[in-house]
């Protein structure tokens, strides 16, 4: 059964930096688009950014353009979510997920199979 496990969240001051970590198990990540999901209290599940299974393309919502990073170290089977200059706004869950489709996409509804997620806080 495939496995993703999200590490990395926690507390941290407006402006302040974290990595997530999308850590897969019984299956090798690099055959998947990988993609970041997040979900605020009260809101709706959105999308972050996502990433190629195949040449490293990556796609980013307006909201977090120029301050988040997708990547994937396939030798580690993780992909990771850097973000800088995080914002109050930023304080939801955030939930990795894999697609084994053709094409990269945002859209949550064409990935299969999602981590647990973990909590980001951005307060002072």
Not at 69 to 92: C, F, G, H, W
């Amino acid at each position: 059964q495939v496995h993703l496990e999200e590490s990395g969240g926690g507390l941290v001051q407006p402006g302040g930096s974290l990595r997530l970590s999308c850590a897969a198990s019984r299956f090798t990540l690099d055959n998947y688009h990988i993609g970041w999901f997040r979900q605020a209290p009260g809101k709706e599940r959105e999308a972050v950014s996502c990433i190629s299974k195949s040449d490293g393309t990556t796609y980013y919502v307006n909201s977090v353009k120029g301050r988040f990073t997708i990547s994937r170290d396939n030798a580690k089977n993780t992909v990771y979510l850097q973000m800088n200059s995080l914002k109050p706004e930023d304080t939801a869950f955030y939930y990795c997920a894999a697609d084994d489709g053709n094409i990269l996409t945002l859209s949550e509804y064409e990935y299969d199979y999602w981590g647990q997620g973990t909590q980001v806080t951005v307060s002072s």
